[in-house]
């Protein structure tokens, strides 16, 4: 029986062939898992630090409401009426982004 085991040999390609399936899933994952995340995380951080007074938010949980006062970490932000601080990683979207009115462009 020792004769038969060490007749069966190496496959061809020796050890990258048995490898080569192992690397093509992890460059699966790369692409369709953790790049897509990447780019919604580094989208959602340049969302974050270009929010300004004036901007209607939305939050994780599901509170929408204007910016009143943007501080490093805190923004105070009015719901209705009710003026609460709201921890800045904690806004899900920005609903009304404010922009500078685009007064170049007038038609006659």
Same mark, same amino acid.
């Given at each position: ?6 007749? =069966? ?8 062939? !048995? ?6 899933? $992890? ?8 790049? %897509?995340?990447? !780019? ?18 939305? =939050? ?11 501080? #490093? ?19 899900? #979207?920005?609903?009304?982004? =404010?922009? %500078?009115?685009?007064?170049? $462009?007038?038609?006659?």
């Amino acid at each position: 029986m020792f004769n038969l085991i060490m007749q =069966t040999g190496a496959p061809a390609g020796g050890g990258f062939v !048995q490898i080569l399936p192992l690397i093509l899933i $992890g460059i699966i994952f790369y692409f369709l898992l953790i790049r %897509p995340q990447n !780019q919604r995380m580094k989208a959602h951080r340049q969302m974050l630090s270009e929010v300004v007074r004036g901007d209607v938010i939305v =939050t994780n949980g599901g509170l929408v409401g204007k910016v009143k006062k943007v501080s #490093d970490d805190e923004l105070t932000v009015d719901f209705g009426g009710q003026s609460i601080q709201v921890v800045r990683t904690m806004i899900a #979207d920005v609903r009304n982004k =404010t922009a %500078p009115a685009n007064d170049t $462009g007038k038609k006659k």
